[in-house]
């Protein structure tokens, strides 16, 4: 359960730091996910070291970080505004239930099914988000936007730009951030460039007494040890009805998100790493969360692109980012919220440029443009909207346009056999979608009376499929003659209850189909 590699010391050295690192570009994020929540910022500390400790010890993917996300925060807000902060504890306990259903059920492997154009427009979707996100340190709180009085106004963009001295000093800040960890491992691998820069940025800041924004300007992180704490909601089924649909809301939102960064950062170490387990790991994570004050979280792809960026690859460096959180909470908050924005900004900045896949520029021009188009709209869905409705949309558009292109693909080509008998053979997958075609090529008034229809080349996908045989079963029957399938699936003939006696099927010759099976998921 436990991969902390203690057998490599550079390993646990890399673990530790990348951990510390993610640590200190944590703070800010939690911070500010706890204020789109409405709730307050040790709400979302609590709930980044309580789901980044558990979800790091048994979770499916060693290395993936956990903690409170915008995607959810969004969700929540409505909930907290309505009903009051006690309702999300609950909601949020509910919807770790759900996901540790989710996993014994086995659900995550249908994290399969997302094709690679929609994990690419998530992928850049994402880093497009994070990178906005960064937008509002460049402004100034609490004036009008640049897009005011447009219909633009309160999106994330419409920022109050700074300007003169600060706006400059700010993004040179940002940009020798940036310097420092795209030049640093050239020189010297030894420490985590991001930490490097971190603290360079900051002894540059105090050494030259530069007035700019640090994390102590957002909000105070001193806090205690999180405690439990029993929602203070009556248990009845009126609080179950009220807390059901956005449990299930962000039930599914913090699995999308955890099992899409899994499946990316699999992809960046060229790892395994579990789904199903991640989903009973998110569950339990979230659980114990709402009941010690958190505001529930799930698998954060900007952090976990720090921990892998910084060498980051064990169970130890998500366990000790979490440590050192909950230190930063306990002790260390005088220290911390003396660093500057900018230095973090400038971490975010280099994620957004690790994650963001260039290669998609290159290649769409030579991918089918069905596969350009679901790419960037699964891109632009996620910017607009969130991430879990641009992977359903994604999903949805792909699965129709493989429905359509398979539709075309159905062939039936009829002769006469030796003996007389009219034989089809059907090549091609019989759907929802080739059932119309399927029907319109067999001429029962004009056949033999003996007919077979030959399924070597074919499968029947689904129950339109099925319903067309016995459509098809029918009309010769009324026709007075046989019809007789053959290389037809046992599944098949199992449910064609129909045809009845109408349908002779070839037994000996009949393939068997299986599923992928769940042992890695």
């Known amino acids: 359960m436990f991969e902390f590699q203690l057998s490599k010391v550079t390993s646990l050295k890399n673990d530790l730091l990348s951990g510390l690192t993610v640590a200190l570009a944590l ?62 504890f609950i909601t949020v306990v509910l919807m770790g239930v759900l996901q540790i259903l989710a996993g014994i059920l086995k659900l995550g492997k249908f994290i399969r099914i997302v094709p690679y154009p929609v994990m690419l427009g998530f992928v850049n979707g994402l880093a497009i988000v994070i990178f906005l996100a960064q937008l509002g340190q460049f402004g100034e709180a609490g004036q009008p936007g640049w897009l005011a009085g447009t219909f633009m106004q309160g999106s994330i963009i419409d920022v109050a730009w700074l300007h003169g001295e600060q706006l400059y000093m700010l993004l040179g800040l940002v940009l020798g951030t940036m310097v420092i960890i795209q030049f640093l ?8 460039s991001s930490l490097v820069a971190i603290l360079v940025v900051t002894a540059l800041v105090y050494g030259l007494d530069l007035d700019t ?4 300007d957002i909000a105070s ?63 339990v994570a979230n659980t114990m969360t709402g009941f010690f004050g ?14 892998v960026n910084s060498g980051g690859r064990g169970r130890l460096s998500g366990i000790s980012a979490a440590v050192f959180l909950l230190l930063f909470i306990l002790v260390g908050s005088p220290v911390i919220e003396q660093i500057p924005l900018a230095a973090l900004i400038g971490v975010m900045f280099i994620v957004v440029i690790g994650t963001f896949e260039w290669s998609s520029f ?32 994604g999903v949805i558009v792909s699965a129709l346009v493989f429905a359509w292109e398979h539709a075309k693909y159905i062939r039936i080509d009829s002769r006469e056999d030796h003996k007389g008998s009219t034989v089809y053979a059907v090549t091609g997958p019989l759907f929802f979608g080739s059932v119309t075609s399927f029907l319109e090529r067999f001429d029962p008034k004009q056949d033999n009376d003996d007919v077979i ?69």
């Open 453 to 521: 229809i030959d399924f070597a080349r074919s499968r029947v996908a689904d129950h339109s499929g099925l319903d067309a045989i016995d459509t098809l079963a029918e009309r010769y029957e009324n026709a007075g003659k046989t019809l007789h399938l053959v290389h037809l699936s046992q599944e098949c003939r199992t449910l064609l209850t129909k045809a009845g006696s109408l349908v002779e099927v070839n037994v000996i010759e009949d393939p068997k189909y299986f599923v992928a099976e769940d042992s890695l998921a």
């Open 213 to 216: 924004r640090t994390v102590g």
């Open 221 to 283: 992180i001193k806090g205690g040890l999180p405690s439990f704490h029993l929602p203070d909601v009556p248990f009845n089924l009126e609080t179950f009805w009220i807390i059901l649909p956005y449990a299930i809301i962000l039930a599914a939102i913090g699995l999308i998100e955890s099992l899409l960064t899994l499946r990316l950062i699999d992809e960046i170490t060229e790892t395994r790493g579990r789904g199903n387990k991640e989903c009973i790991g998110q569950g």
């Open 294 to 307: 958190g505001m529930g979280g799930c698998a954060m792809i900007g952090q976990s692109m720090i921990n």
């Open 27 to 88: 703070v800010p994020e939690a911070v500010a996910f706890a204020f789109v929540a409405g709730v307050a910022p040790l709400v979302g500390l609590y709930a980044a070291f309580m789901v980044g400790l558990i979800t790091a010890c048994i979770g499916g993917r060693p290395g993936m970080i956990s903690g409170a996300t915008g995607a959810l925060a969004v969700v929540m807000v409505s909930l907290v505004a309505q009903h009051g902060v006690e309702y999300l």
């Open 362 to 393: 290159r290649i769409i021009g030579k991918v089918p443009r069905s596969d350009a188009l679901i790419l960037v709209l699964v891109s632009g869905v996620t910017v607009a909207t969130d991430l879990a409705f641009a992977v359903c949309v």
């Open 185 to 192: 491992p050239r020189l010297t691998t030894i420490v985590p």
